[in-house]
């Protein structure tokens, strides 16, 4: 069998926006919008390199705390990159998924991101996956509280409980673990 060379999975962190337009005297805000214009360029090259899934982890549940002003653009950000990402993915054969919990969202960000997920499921090429109001603890939270309900009706055992039905309850079903883990900033 041919070694592969290239990892399989990308995880990227995203960070250092803020000191990327510090050091050029802008407002965190550019960053932030100089970050996501990115994108689009990290995924196309990861699939040119034969990466098959990328995983961005994009706002994080510990992000709510930031400046309002700040969480505002962010979201505003992210609406206008949602509705970019659905051309994307139609150019790029892209399949979309979002991780995280996204009932905390604006009803109009849900909408779009249901609806890129639908529109998008069926592609063949990169799996792309953004992780929005994600937090590591927060998805352990949801899935256990999804396998005690089931416990609770009587559809599992707890002593039927396996790291295999674990797996299956978290937001990242069916996706290979990371190989690579990289965090943008210095
Ligand atoms: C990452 O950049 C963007 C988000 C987490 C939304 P930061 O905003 O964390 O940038 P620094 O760390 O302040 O430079
Ligand atoms: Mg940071």
Redesign the pocket.
Known sequence: MEERKVPRHVAII??????WAKKRMLP?NA??AA?SKNVEKICAAAWDMGIEYVTMY??STE?WSRPKEEVDA?MKLLHSYLKDCLKTSKKNNMQVRVIGDISKLDKDLQERIIELERVSAENTGLHFQVALNYGSRDEIKRSIISIANEVKDGSLLPEDITEDIISSHLDTSGIPDPDLMIRT?G
């Not at 995203?14 to 000191?19: C, Q, T």
């Open positions: 995203l960070d250092g926006n803020g000191r965190r960053g932030h970050g994009a706002f992000n962010l900033s």
